[in-house]
């Protein structure tokens, strides 16, 4: 199929800039499973922006560059931030039901506060912004007449020079190789411009907040179609999941600590009841997630826990379910009552805050091709990401790429004729139980060697791994016809190479890489810039 551009992903990011871009051209989105099955549904805190008189677009910046540890790039973070109230204001246009302060008559957001963050200016939907604004963004795009949204696509590489009828051996991308999951068939999408908003990697690891699709897709097809990536190292580690056998990786979000919920060792234990995060940062429970999230992980392996308590029912029953009435409602169908009892949790992956590298229009390395949201490094979040600057840094670079490509639309040239997808000399596999014990192993050693404590003997056994399976994937995707499945695979081992390679190059620790052979941090921040 042709259009004008095509975006990988039917996030905030990809539809922030499909419903810019569709006021004049015509946009394909293409989603791995059904549309809105991404991170942003997932997204339970909200969106950062100075809306507040006591607040400043300073204090907002610094607090930005505090949690990157100085990995930030300031024009970058300068950008993002004054644009973040234009972008509120977008979305309350397109009917996203904010939370409004008691006694404003419906005239001033209500503001909460998160770790890391000085003043009180998260803009939130209740404990579920990101579904809200999943929800609004979705409408839009399909009443719009020039947006065609496809779901159950799984992108497998993007369409280079290489691919074209009359080779050119340009780096220039028309789009990308996609399987439509209904038919079996793999097909050329086409167009002037492509756009990758297709999440991060978190699914690399055994525990993660991301949903099943985070497999690292657009940055493992950007970097085999000769993209860099910088700073793969910096994967963000939620402090708060639920610990629980019956349900995976649901997020208990910040803002329950930001609201005064506070980390305890639970019963059983020698400090039983231990307020303990003061003993670890000034800030205690608004300390910025890595530090929250290595001060869990410490307890746990001091004390040989299972989990710490977050306890947030020392506040009125009537704020708690205010505040927090969806995860209140799941935690009663598990037997939790927040209003009245602890929640058992443990850190997960929650956020790959390395990938694509792009510049303030989102840019990638390679011509024709754009990156926004999860999956790039644009310089915002360093080597941490501040709570709730992911959507925000959505809706800025989705809106910056738009205007970017509709500024330049005049020098961008139709595709040429592309080569079809070749499945002539490859059968369906009847080894299906390969995808998943590969799957398993790397997500296993992923969490016990690249976790939130490295060291390098961890980070050899790893590369030894990726090494070892790397000969295995790639002989069995040449043999058999892809599925999501293998798609998916061959991106994850990809990926977890990049994190790896990353890890190995930072002799320091800086935010969210923490290697105990290298304890101090340098003192000049670097990108770990990798090239193909």
Same mark, same amino acid.
């Given at each position: ?48 922006? @100075? ?7 300073? $204090? /907002? ?34 009917? @996203? ?82 399987? $439509? ?11 002037? @411009? ?43 580690? /939620? ?57 869990? $992980? ?15 029912? /020392? ?117 299906? @139980? ?99």
């Amino acid at each position: 199929m042709k259009a004008d551009v095509i975006i990988v992903g039917s996030g905030a990011a990809g539809l922030t800039a499909a419903l810019a871009l569709a006021e004049t051209l015509k946009v394909l989105v293409l989603a791995k499973g059904a549309l809105g099955t991404g991170s942003t549904a997932w997204a339970q805190g909200g969106i950062a922006a @100075v809306l507040d008189e006591s607040d400043t677009f300073e $204090d /907002h910046i610094r607090d930005t560059m505090i949690a990157g540890a100085g990995l930030n790039r300031l024009e970058t973070v300068e950008f993002v931030v004054e644009r973040a109230p234009q972008a509120i204001a977008r979305l309350a246009a397109l009917g @996203v039901p904010f939370d409004m302060r008691e006694g404003s008559g419906g005239n001033a957001l209500h503001l909460t506060r998160e770790g890391g963050h000085s003043h009180r200016r998260i803009a939130h939907v209740h404990d579920a912004t990101g579904l809200a604004v999943q929800e609004a963004l979705l409408e839009a795009a399909r009443a719009h007449p020039n947006i065609t949204m496809l779901a159950h696509q799984a992108c497998i590489d993007l369409i280079t020079g290489r691919h074209e009828l009359r080779y050119s051996g340009s780096g220039r991308v028309w789009g990308v190789y996609a399987l $439509d999951e209904a038919t079996g068939h793999v097909e050329a999408h086409c167009a002037h @411009v492509t756009v990758l908003a297709s999440g991060g990697a978190g699914r690399v690891y055994q525990f993660s907040t991301a949903p099943r699709g985070a497999t690292g897709d657009g940055i493992a097809m950007a970097w085999r179609a000769g993209a860099r990536v910088a700073n793969m190292e910096m994967m963000q580690f /939620h402090p708060t999941c639920l610990y629980n056998l019956e349900t995976k990786n649901f997020l208990i979000t910040e803002a329950v600590r930001g609201e005064g919920g506070h980390l305890v060792i639970p019963p059983g234990h020698p400090g039983a009841g231990h307020r303990f995060m003061p003993d670890f940062d000034p800030r205690g429970e608004l300390a910025p997630r890595d530090i929250v999230a290595r001060a869990i $992980d410490h307890e746990i392996k001091r004390l040989g826990l299972d989990y710490v308590h977050l306890d947030i029912s /020392h506040k009125p029953p009537e704020f708690v379910r205010g505040h927090f009435p969806t995860i209140h409602e799941r935690l009663l169908a598990l037997g939790i009552d927040m209003t009245k009892e602890p929640i058992p949790v443990v850190p997960a992956q929650h956020y790959t805050c390395g990938g694509i590298i792009i510049d303030l229009a989102g840019r990638t390395d390679l011509p024709g091709l754009y990156a926004v949201g999860e999956c790039t490094e644009s310089g915002l979040h360093g080597a941490n990401r501040l709570a709730s600057n992911s959507l925000l840094e959505c809706f800025v670079f989705g809106e910056a790429a738009a205007c970017d490509i509709l500024d330049c639309w005049d020098s961008y040239e139709a595709p040429p004729p592309v080569l079809a997808w070749d499945a002539s000399r490859v059968t369906s596999s009847d080894e299906e @139980v390969i995808i998943k014990q590969n799957w398993t192993e790397i997500r296993r050693f992923m969490w016990n060697y690249v976790g939130i404590v490295r060291t390098t003997k961890r980070l050899e056994r790893a590369q030894h791994r990726i090494a070892m399976l790397a000969g295995e994937v790639e002989e069995y995707y040449g043999q058999f016809r892809v599925t999501t499945d293998l798609i998916e695979l061959r991106n994850l081992l990809q990926s977890a190479d990049l994190i790896v390679r990353s890890a190995l190059k930072r002799h320091e620790s800086r935010g969210l890489h923490y290697t105990l052979d290298y304890p101090a941090t340098l003192p000049e921040a670097r990108d770990t810039v990798l090239e193909p």
